[in-house]
């Protein structure tokens, strides 16, 4: 017996929160949405400093539009919040992107603070995790030290590159500065994890749905 599918905002077709001139379908959020969810959320915008940056956000989005790359859109962000000191958790696997990163940051007035992911050298064993993850290497990653020691670093913005799946996770978890990512990282597909969704009906259909 098939279990029924619960449809969201990804089962919709009109876009009509964007639109405003077209209709909602039965199942959307904003047309079942409740009054208290909705001032909750527009309330959380004037905790800290939220509410700047929405608005930073917005203004980026609005004048790089179609024409920032996503590095000078985070420098521009950074500027309109007012964030110098610019910590960048990174995977060890591309610790040259990061390097370029940096030095990008260096000479553009910001000042570019960085910890990698093997920081420490920790067993994975001493974790408890699996004696047959240290074959593709013996430390684990550290994203929840790579987060306080960014966090003793007093940064103002940090910048994700690469981090694992579930590392980055926890590193979001435990940063104190507000966080953006620059490098998602996908070993398969140079670091474009996009590129599965757009062959997922081509190469990758097999793989991802089976038969179907």
Known sequence: MEKETILTCVDCGTQNCKYKDRTYPDFCPTENLKE???????????????????????EVEYEGYCQWTRVQEIMEFARKIGAHRIGIANCIGLIRE???????????????????????????????IPAQCESIGAAMCNPILQARLLNEAHTDLNVVIGLCVGHDSL???????????????????????????YTADSYYRKKFFGGK
């Open 171 to 197: 590193f979001y978890k435990y940063s104190d500065a507000y966080v953006t990512t620059l490098v998602t990282k996908d070993r398969v597909t140079g670091n474009n994890p996009t590129a599965a969704l």
């Open 98 to 128: 990061a390097r370029i990163f940096a030095r990008i940051l260096r000479a553009n007035g910001f000042e570019a603070y960085s910890v990698i992911c093997k920081v420490a050298g920790q067993p994975k064993t001493s974790m408890g």
């Open 36 to 58: 208290e969810d909705r001032q909750w959320a527009l309330e959380r915008y004037d905790e800290g400093r939220n509410r700047e940056i929405m608005s930073a956000s917005a």
